[in-house]
């Protein structure tokens, strides 16, 4: 999964269900999730069939008055990684440190 600059586009819309705690992206359906399970810093996240695992379910946290997301079964956050501000930067799980990195709206 990628940053990229707002464009409006359903394929940059996510929705996130407090009922079930997942992101499902508005123009494939599809949930977010961390690919294979993995648990490392650094592992990629990417849209799937939802499924209902825990890999793909995200909980809520506020720091700094902003939003941020640790992964159900690894217990790691949402990020762009590298501190990327550019186009194409990867957005990866890792611990938590609080950084803007890992802040979201």
Do not use: I, P
């Amino acid at each position: 999964m990628n940053q990229w600059d707002c464009t409006g586009g359903a394929n940059q819309k996510w929705r996130y269900s407090f009922a079930d705690q997942t992101f499902r992206n508005a123009h494939s359906g599809k949930c977010l999730e961390v690919g294979g399970w993995n648990t490392a810093n650094g592992a990629g996240v990417n849209q799937w069939d939802c499924t209902g695992g825990a890999n793909q379910k995200w909980d809520l946290y506020y720091f700094n008055g902003k939003s941020t997301f640790m992964n159900a079964h690894s217990g790691k956050f949402l990020e762009v990684g590298g501190w990327s501000t550019g186009n194409g930067g990867g957005v990866d799980q890792w611990t938590f440190h609080g950084g803007a990195n890992q802040q979201w709206g």
